[in-house]
């Protein structure tokens, strides 16, 4: 194993692209980075939140689950740490990222007149639509229940597919695109 980079605050949906580099969320620090080949990092947009899984879509953009961000402190040991409160939360949404300009555009907050809690990861099908997981949101006394959705990527069209999941985090398609895979 390489250590490509040190210093991200909470990598997480990593995308290897051609030329060698990674191009990640820093869900604590509310950006998506690149890192390159020599260890660089360089802010590719600064979404707020929490960004979280990633994947690029059909048109070149890089769609966000972005669950809205919670708090964090750096533990002794360096690394971040989150903690139990949500005084930092701002809101689930899926954005879309131009990876050129930097550009971030919030498409969609709720489905069906439901705000969306912590969306979490996400997978493009043939058709050029998105599924993504929301994780549900833990408070103090309370939980919201995650879900599944559907989506398009130009803001037009969001469904609540299956509800109530619990905590669901990862999704994927079979080859065929015919079998939906939630973890």
């Known amino acids: 194993m390489e250590i490509m980079a040190e210093g991200l605050e909470f990598p997480e949906g990593p995308i290897a692209m051609p030329d060698g580099s990674v191009i990640l969320v820093e869900i604590a620090r509310g950006t998506v980075s690149q890192v390159g080949t020599d260890g660089s990092i360089t802010v590719v947009a600064d ?60 498409l969609y907050t709720e489905a069906n007149g439901h705000k969306l809690s912590a969306p979490n990861d996400i997978v493009f099908d043939a058709t050029g639509g ?33 509800y109530p999941v619990e905590a669901p985090n990862g999704i994927g398609l079979s080859p065929d695109g015919r079998t939906l895979y939630v973890g």
Request: hydrophobic share 25%; glycine share 18%.
């Open 130 to 162: 998105f599924w993504f997981t929301d994780h549900g949101k833990q408070w103090d006394r309370q939980r919201d229940h995650g879900g599944i959705y559907y989506a398009k990527p130009d803001g037009s069209f969001i469904e609540e597919a299956i």
């Open 47 to 106: 979404t707020g939140g929490g960004p979280n899984g990633i994947a690029f879509g059909p048109d070149g953009r890089i769609y966000v689950c972005n669950n809205g961000g919670f708090d964090t402190r750096k533990g002794p040991d360096g690394r971040t740490q989150i903690l139990e409160t949500n005084d930092s939360y701002v809101g689930g949404s899926i954005q879309a990222v131009d990876p050129e300009t930097g550009t971030v555009e919030t």
